[in-house]
């Protein structure tokens, strides 16, 4: 079998090969990208497909929305929260994983479990955790006596209806994404630590530094892009995600006190059918994504630097 | 078998001249060994004698047919890489046949043309055995014999031995040039190493910059060189250089003897203040400088050559050898 | 000596408190699929373990009369389907970009990891026109049509690194054995790359069975639903929780997921610290 001699130039095979990538690219994520930006100009309905441009008008409309505002200020603060404290808790589970001890395959595997289940299947399980009359939580600060009792230190209700009060349903919301994020983060945390070569640390002891002298001079600036990494794809996972509360809220308790902006595009766009509103709402996304990729150019020039 | 002609061969990397203008004729049968220091150009010279580099300008010639356009399986080559290149997916059998398989041969043909090549090389024990499970040695007999097995026109080889410990690397040189006799085809062969180039080539081209700075026999290459390229490149210690007349003077360490040795014959007179003196057995070797340039002396007597104190050595005529200072080109008496 | 039991105990007390915060829900599945109904609504009875004798009602409700099976074999086919486009698109990119391109080829490939940065959220509201447009809408093509987006450029940039991390010499020789460009490409890059070819297959499979926001998007019909959208719509209904079904849907479902996606976990994170996948 001999194919046409065409096919041993690279500048014609690799081309070939890329063309339908590059195609599909351009069609399912090229073209719907510019047309969210067309649509967020517009007053494009699903009844009314004719659309005019409105120019600035959904953006000023969505920015004279108290629930517009109230769903970019949850995003934000879910997100800060959220990694901030992703951070903290992955340091610790790395140093722990980072050791040796019987059964660990199946302790990963068990930790990891948040990340490589599905969510919304997960979140699930949250459901019933905070359910409004069986939650098993309550039954245990119950039991505690925490709960349930005239001078119990939660009140002498007998639940707390986690999803049922603002203030709780958003603090349940930030848990579930912790709870999500934190195995992604501490994977990426350990790949980190085993990519830093043992010679460097063991060179640092020898020249004599101590242990806060290591961490601090040595350790940290080569984890840098692993941290950032990890900010990277919590912020990406979380500022952009809308299944937990979906699942968790629909962005109530009624008052939109756990809407975020994914979860309010969705309502807009698809559910009332406004598209230009919805795409005007997830546009907001753009700024913090185009940030992202900013991070991602300078550390892929990094490594082909290294 | 064949022969290979290269007319104006040129390769330019985005404005680098890996490979700048050559000529060059490749007897049939002829073992044309390739020498230059890293980055002279001449395992680019190979690729592009493979096909798997195009050439920027000029015309590669095997057997009487210009085979520029053509990709490397039409162009009748084999080739050893430095790192073997060994299928780690295929045994070794798998490896030595796979040419024959993609030809399309038939079994029976494939068994016993791979069974001539593992002959040829001695590895007819380890057929079943995959490659990770082989020594250095016996990988670089199996990457031979894979090369052998389709009977190429021409065979290039790129440092086949430098991935090799010193010890087996004699021996397989020895082998090298044995089999390469016996079934005389035209080999490329490219090193850094002037041992291997020495003891292999039937002829040496000396590479530099892209370009070939001499080519002939290894003889003339050494005691005959061109310009203060090849002579300074080839030889260890190299070739000593001094300043005299408004010329260069060069002569190898083993012809700046102590005096002692060179009694009455016609002979350059040179004091040589001693800086250091290493026994290396065999012979020793002085380094030492003569007026303000550096030089190296190779002698086998056991002399007595007090370190920091002057000694008359001698430079006999025939062994002096004169460059041109501005373009280092060789002037002939 | 005692300072070793301590950091130990720590070490475990630390350990566990991760564990329980990380394993929890699922145990709470685990328990409740099997709780009887009785036992599981007594505001009283110890929610995290079995008061009665465990019972199977709950999951003979789940395959029999939900469409929960239904549920798994659409997001299994929808896999399948996705998996598949996904090698056919992202092999060819990789080895291109990895191999033939050159210099315009790292900026193409960081670019094609970068639409992976693009999220669903942004593109949903316009895709569901396309999908709508093409008359995808309740089909699970849309699924099949759309979800490459996120799976092609994220495994493209895995399989280039992982092209690039098998020695060129091996290539250049294949063509000098006597084959062509894509010959060489087939016989011997193909080859050695199966295990990047194989955490490709896994990672697109479970990213598929992990995506929601689409499939809550386009699909509105029960029988075409996927697993995630299908248990928290079909099965959560206003105030009627089907509790012990729900649990048990969703941890059958997880599991087989999260055994795949742990196997090949470690690559899939070195695609993400955009380190050496070579293992």
Redesign the interface.
Known sequence: MRMPRLFERETVLAPLMLVPVALYMLLLVGFPFLMAFVYSFSNVTVGNPEFHMTGFGNFSAVLRDPVFLKSLLNTCIFTFTSIGLVLVLSNMLTELLMREFRFKWLIRFLIMLPWTAPIALGTIGYLWFLDSVFSPLDWLLRSWGLLGKPQALLGPMSNLYWLGRPGLAMASVIVVHIWRLLPLATMIRIAGMNSIPREVIEAAQVDGAGYYRRLFHIVLPLLLPVISVTVLFSTLFTFTDMTVVWVLTKGGPPDNSTQVLASLAFLKGIQGGDLAQGAAVSLFFFPVLAGLAAVVLRLAKKAVVT | MANVQLAGIKKHFEGVKAVDGIDLEIADGEFLVLLGPSGSGKTTLMRLV???EKPTGGHIVIDGAVVN?L???DRG???V???Y?????KTVFGNIS??LT??GMPREDIKKKVAWAAGLLGIGHLLDRMPAHVSGGERQRVAIA?ALV?RPKVLLMDEPLSNLDAKVRHTAREELKLFQREINVTTIYVTHDQAEAMGLGDRIAVMHEGTIRQIGTPDSIYNDPANMFVAGFVGIPPMNFMEQDGMIVGFRPEALLPAEALPDKDCMRLRLLVERVEDLGSHRLVYGTIGKDKVIANHSLRLNLPEGEEHEFAVCSQEVRRFDPKTGVRVRP | MLKKIFSKSYFYGGLGVFLVFSAAPFYIMLITMFKRSHDLFGPTNNPFWLNEAPTLEHLDLLFNQTLFPRFLLNTFLVGLAVVVITVLLAVPAAISLARLAGRWGESVGIGIFLTYLIPPTLLFIPLSRVVSFLGLQNSLWSLVLVYPTFTVPFCTWLLMSFFKSIPKDIEEQALVDGCSRIGAMARVLLPLSVPGIITVVVFSFTLVAHEYIYALSFIQDSANKTIGIGMTTELVRGDVFYWGALMGGALIASIPVAVLYTIFLDRIISGMTMSDVRR
């Open positions: 493979a096909g798997l356009d990709p490397p399986r080559i084999a080739m890489f430095q790192s290149a060994l299928y780690p997916h796979f040419p993609v030809e894979r389709r």
